[in-house]
């Protein structure tokens, strides 16, 4: 865990504290070469606080004073890598962040199912999409792919606007060896827009024809057992 405190003079001392965990099973499979070969290791960085410093410090460069009613400028990255997606937003003061479970091999198993080939033919062709003479069909079969990795960061996306509803996220930077696919993700900042898909089960349209009661006739005993229900949802 980290602990930071605001230096802010004039305001009363307040203290946030990061809580960051990771597998056990998977640092020891990753830190195991490394231990075979007696090298020893004095610091571990989770991925997430990894993009977070190259965000904050080779990108943003404190180049804003913080101002935590203005919310100022904030990055969205999106590292992308074999199995999952680490999405960190940042101004460089603050992160949050979240893990998307796609990845590169998402995009490989699904030319697999669709296209017959094995893994090792689907990722070559994966890399080199858009010189392949059937690029048109290998795009078609990475579609449903592509489309839960934008789902997935644009409702991500939002949800961070719902907490820091006064910061406004200006750029996405791309990170991760899948990144480097550029066929495959050129066109994810484009399709990060405020438009959403139609929800398949019709929430977007749930309001609609709903009966809302005036506030001044809602109950409060009511609303804070709803308050706490939606605290527990979200």
């Given at each position: 865990?980290?602990?930071?405190?605001?230096?802010?003079?004039?305001?009363?001392?307040?203290?946030?504290?990061g809580l960051f965990a990771i597998k056990r099973d998977q640092l020891f499979r990753a830190i195991r070469p490394l231990i075979d070969a007696d090298v020893e290791i004095d610091i571990i960085q989770l991925a997430p606080m990894a993009v977070y410093n190259a965000i904050a410090y080779d990108q943003l460069q404190g180049d804003q004073p913080y101002d935590d009613e203005k919310g100022g400028r904030w990055v969205a990255a999106l590292s992308i890598g074999?199995?999952?997606?680490d999405l960190v937003i940042t101004n460089g003061y603050r992160v949050w962040q979240r893990n998307i479970p796609i990845g590169g091999n998402h995009f490989t198993k699904q030319l697999t199912q669709?296209?017959?080939?094995?893994?090792a033919k689907a990722e070559l062709v994966k890399r080199n999409a858009r010189q392949s003479e059937d690029a048109k069909q290998l795009f078609k079969a990475m579609r449903p792919v592509f489309n839960d990795l934008v789902t997935e960061t644009q409702r991500s996306i939002g949800y961070f606007?719902?907490?820091?509803?006064?910061?406004?996220?200006?750029?996405?930077?791309?990170?991760?060896?899948?990144a480097k696919a550029r066929t495959l993700v050129a066109a994810l900042p484009g399709l990060l827009t405020d438009r959403r898909a139609p929800c398949v089960h019709g929430c977007d349209r749930a309001l609609e024809y709903a009966i809302l009661t005036a506030p001044e006739?809602?109950?409060?005993?009511l609303l804070a057992k709803l308050d706490a229900v939606a605290g527990r949802v979200l």
């Open positions: 865990y980290g602990a930071t405190e605001d230096e802010d003079e004039d305001l009363p001392m307040q203290t946030e504290v074999t199995e999952a997606a669709d296209l017959k080939l094995t893994f606007g719902s907490l820091e509803r006064a910061a406004s996220v200006d750029r996405l930077v791309l990170m991760g060896n899948a006739a809602r109950d409060p005993a």
